[in-house]
């Protein structure tokens, strides 16, 4: 249904806004680099103030108790990743004044396919303490030489006077994150001044979002608009915009785009949008996760099944990337103790509200569609004896909550990784984050081949025994959806945000973390020194250690650090 139109009053607000974004244009032209480092360092400091007040906000709507170690989530996917990528922003922007590449200082290689990487965690002291065993790698497409990546590195900033009007971030209602980050990436990397309209969840902070944002919407280069789909509605088809970012998912696009009903459908059969300027988005999918059959211990088997139960129910589940599709191997002679401990975790995880609209239906509908559902405890459902042939809707509807599936195929560890890849690309909706778990052993008996594998996957983000949300939590590395959609198939979204190193048209990011935590995995002679991660669920000092890693971010200094390792291994 077509939302009605805003009032008379709302037009003339919205209107106002879109006209002082148009005069705002010029004062963000008229920028240099060196006002618009400032500004981000502004910026930053205007998160480290306002962290508490935005942390109560999110824990407010979400529903969480003050008390509980899930309010570490809120740090982590809140005011950090906008500390960080303030930071590493105004490292980029440095480099382009000092005239160096945002790239420089930073380690190629080269990856399978003639593509070449660029390794982007660890990449500071900082990095290599708090991230022990974590890497990161942006892998650019197939053909692009390390001069090119050099030499284009820096988009918009290279050319800072030349801006590109006015566009409109539709904010997302779950990662508080998000809707900041999308506003810096269109400023920094796209040159467009830029009008926020926040997701009617995140109305409550609106206040604390005004405040980090101060210094830009003082500029006239940012304004923040509140409201229901009538008001994203004008605004996207306001005739002074020119651009339109969201985050979402591809049904909410398609109605965007094309409009809804039989006539939404119509025009995109014909391939004729309703809105006719350019839209980048972010949106969800299935992420599966990839169980690569091995020889694991009771320790690995029970730590993993953890990771994997916080790949879904991380924020409750409301995550776009949130694995929704576990695929393991029917041959695999520890599947079985596999799928009772990820039971267990998926139980035992501490129980929240379902806080995101429409929770409660989705749940219900994937509990319909499959007879064999299991409701667990806290609301969960996991849905397991999937026919391979006709796996049903698991694979191609985003449940956008707490659903996990699980799909059984078969072969030993070479077959059954091919036979997986093929069903991630081909019939897995969604191309945004794929996670991969594998044992050491593994992974060296895989040697190339792995690689190779993880060349053939079509994401924007590949985990290797770590989360695809590492990624998102990289300033440095890209996010978003595997290049090559078109608005007709959207899948996971067009374009790529965060990529504070400035970097044109990178591929994919690829993500690798340990596959035991220490101390054990020290015990297993693996020089790791990073516990369990705060942001697993199951993490008793998440909320402390959470705050510590935003403070840590507002002031890094080596003072911070006993009481962060402390914290962490508390948990």
Not at 210 to 230: F, H, M, S
Request: with cysteine; glycine share 10%; net charge negative.
């Amino acid at each position: 249904m077509t939302p009605s139109p805003p009032s008379t009053e709302q037009v003339w607000e919205l209107d106002r806004a879109v006209d002082d974004l148009v005069r705002g244009e010029a004062a963000w032209a008229a920028c240099d680099r060196a006002k618009r480092r400032e500004v981000l360092r502004q910026v930053h400091a205007a998160t480290a103030r306002a962290a508490e007040a935005w942390v109560r906000a999110a824990v407010a709507y979400k529903r969480l108790p003050d008390d509980s170690p899930l309010v570490g989530e809120e740090w982590i996917t809140g005011p950090y990743p906008v500390l960080t990528s303030c930071g590493a922003l105004v490292a980029s922007i440095e480099a382009l004044e000092e005239s160096r590449s945002p790239v420089d200082g930073f380690s190629f290689g080269r990856a399978p396919g003639g593509r070449v990487t660029v390794r982007v965690l660890p990449h500071s002291v900082w990095d290599q303490l708090l991230l022990n065993g974590f890497s990161a790698e942006v892998w650019m497409p197939p053909g692009v030489t390390e001069r090119e990546v050099r030499t284009r590195a820096g988009l918009a900033q290279l050319r800072p006077a030349e801006t590109n009007g006015v566009g409109i971030v539709l904010g997302a209602g779950n990662i508080t994150s998000i809707p900041i980050l999308d506003v810096l990436y269109e400023l920094y990397a796209n040159n467009r001044v830029v009008a926020l309209k926040l997701n009617p969840v995140t109305d409550g902070l609106l206040d604390v979002f005004g405040e980090v944002l101060a210094p830009l919407i003082d500029l006239g280069a940012v304004r923040i608009v509140t409201g229901g789909a009538d008001v994203g509605a004008y605004l996207v088809h306001h005739p002074k915009v020119s651009h339109v970012h969201m985050t979402g998912s591809a049904a909410t696009h398609d109605a965007i785009v094309f409009g809804t009903g039989a006539e939404g459908a119509a025009r995109k059969a014909a391939g004729t949008p309703l809105l006719d300027k350019p839209v980048t988005s972010e949106l969800g999918g299935v992420s599966p996760t990839i169980v690569i059959p091995g020889d694991w211990s009771e320790a690995d088997l029970r730590y993993q099944a953890e990771h994997v139960a916080t790949q879904k129910l991380h924020n409750g589940g409301y995550n776009c990337v949130a694995s929704q599709v576990v695929v393991i191997s029917s041959e695999w002679k520890q599947k079985d103790r596999f799928l009772t401990l990820l039971r267990q975790a998926l139980s035992d995880a501490p129980v929240r509200p379902a806080y995101y609209p429409g929770s409660d239906e989705r749940v219900n509908r994937a509990v319909d569609a499959y007879a064999d559902a299991r409701r667990l405890a806290g609301g969960r459902v996991l849905l397991t004896d999937l026919d391979p042939a006709e796996p049903g809707p698991a694979l191609t509807t985003e449940y956008f909550g707490p659903v996990l599936a699980v799909l059984e195929l078969p072969g030993d560890c070479g077959q059954f990784l091919d036979l997986a890849i093929h069903t991630a690309n081909e019939r897995i909706a969604g191309t945004l984050g794929v996670n991969l778990i594998a044992h050491p052993r593994t992974v060296a008996m895989l040697g190339g081949a792995l690689d190779e594998a993880i060349a053939e996957l079509r994401y924007g983000t590949v985990a290797l025994n770590a989360w695809t949300g590492v990624g998102y939590l990289t300033a440095t590395a890209g996010w978003g959806a595997f290049p090559g959609h078109t608005p007709d198939d959207v899948q996971s979204g067009i374009g790529v945000v965060h990529n504070a190193l400035l970097l044109d048209g990178p591929e994919r990011t690829v993500v690798r973390g340990p596959f035991r935590p220490a101390p054990r995995a020290l015990l297993h002679g693996q020089p790791v020194m990073s516990p369990r991660p705060p942001w697993f669920v199951t993490h008793r000092t998440a909320a402390t250690t959470g705050r510590l890693l935003a403070d840590f971010a507002a002031a890094p200094r080596w003072t911070a650090l006993p009481k962060i390792f402390a914290s962490a291994l508390r948990g």
